[in-house]
């Protein structure tokens, strides 16, 4: 297939620039993945489309707030810089702007003095690798004087940073937000458990990477990032217990779909792993574990958008997707919801 097959018209008005509120009131469409057929909702009423029995698998990662605006030592002069991800202790690989002020020596001061660094090594495709150095923890350091390394889409700045993460992210080392996981509320979430319908954790952090665009023609020529998952003992042993009964294996967003489905080219049964995955999921894929999938809808052209299309079948999936624009949904990272299940 071509990337150019995943093409969709969007209007700029309908990509989402802040979250509704509350977070479980955004709207929701139901894809049925058999029949494709539509039904327009609300997240809340998510809980009506989820069986006991159901197992429903959320990525607990949470989004570093990883850019820091800061000044050059020497010179004074202004720079940005987003941490991509920890080497070593205090040591991360970062992107700089202007790339030109950060060669090697190079020292920054960010936060009126919080926070130091210098500039270590220049890598490969010119990503910098950086010394840090602050009087107290680093991540609390960094929860002061951090922003949120919001989408290039979303022009307006966010509020409350709080927002960007998901009501249960706890593992911190994400670029970007699971953004499927966004419309959770613990009130919606408690709602989901008392009506026999569990809830278990995976990681992954989610790379910068996921906002690339694919620029072959051919799908199939496209090499996809990289990113660090964890599946643990407890969900894994879950997953093989709701299967054994019949139960549904549901993933809370395209980063839980991908950590499910890298687990289990590992092992011919689901057992806790950890590790990096490259794992691409384009039609033609033949899904392991997963039986639902709730997540948002997706740029034109990516491989997110291809992921669905995987899961839940091409012309269903376009169709969806032409439906959501006729009826205006609001879309991307802050936008509404869509749930393809069986």
Known sequence: MKTSDFYYDLPSELIAQTPTEPRDHSRMLYLNRQTGALED?????????????????????????ARLYGTKLETGSHMELLLLEQKEHMIWETLVKPGKKAKPGAKFCFGNGLL???????????????????????????????QMPL?????QKL????????????????????????????ELMERIKQK??????VTLHVGLGTFRPVKAEQITDHKMHSEHFCLPKTTAELIQKTKSVGGRVIGVGTTSCRTLESAATLSDHMQACEGYTDIFIYPGYQFQVLDGLITNFHLPESTLIMLVSAFAGYEHTMNAYRH???????????????????
């Open 41 to 65: 909702k609300h997240f809340f009423d998510i809980i009506d489309y989820l069986k006991p029995g159901d197992l429903l698998i959320v990525n607990n990662s949470r989004v570093l707030p």
């Open 116 to 146: 130091l660094g210098e500039i270590l090594e220049v890598l490969e495709g010119g990503n910098r690798l950086i010394q840090f150095t602050c009087k107290q923890d680093f991540f609390t350091t960094l929860d002061q004087i951090g």
């Open 151 to 155: 989408p290039p889409y979303i022009t």
């Open 159 to 186: 509020q409350d940073k709080e927002r960007y993460q998901t009501v249960y992210s706890k593992e911190i080392g994400s670029a970007a937000a699971p953004t499927a996981g966004l419309h959770f509320t613990p």
């Open 196 to 201: 026999g319908i569990q809830i278990a954790e």
């Open 324 to 342: 959501a624009v006729e009826q205006q949904y609001r879309f991307f990272s802050f936008g509404d919801a869509m749930a393809i299940l069986p």
